[in-house]
């Protein structure tokens, strides 16, 4: 069985939405300005189409980047 983040990348290999996990002190102002408490050791996630403004809400927080992988396949996978 493949690993949550090898998942990840098939279920959005080509989709126009990419997948986007940071440590949330890498994004404070982004989740302060999107009204998401922010944990600084935590995983955030979200797809997004760079270059454009399309992109979902953040979620999270993780423990993990496995675990915010697998909550963006079970979230988001075939909705296009």
């Not at 944990?39 to 915010?68: M, N, Q």
């Given at each position: ?69 697998l909550f963006l396949v079970e979230t988001y996978a075939g909705w296009e």
């Open positions: 069985m493949e690993n949550a983040i090898e998942q990840m990348k098939e279920a959005f290999r080509d989709s126009f939405m990419q997948p986007q996990c940071y440590m949330g002190a890498d994004i404070e102002m982004d989740l302060i300005h999107s009204d998401i408490d922010v944990e600084s050791d935590k995983i955030y996630c979200r797809l997004s189409a760079d270059g454009f403004l399309d992109c979902t809400d953040w979620h999270g927080p993780f423990d993990t980047v496995e675990e915010s992988a």
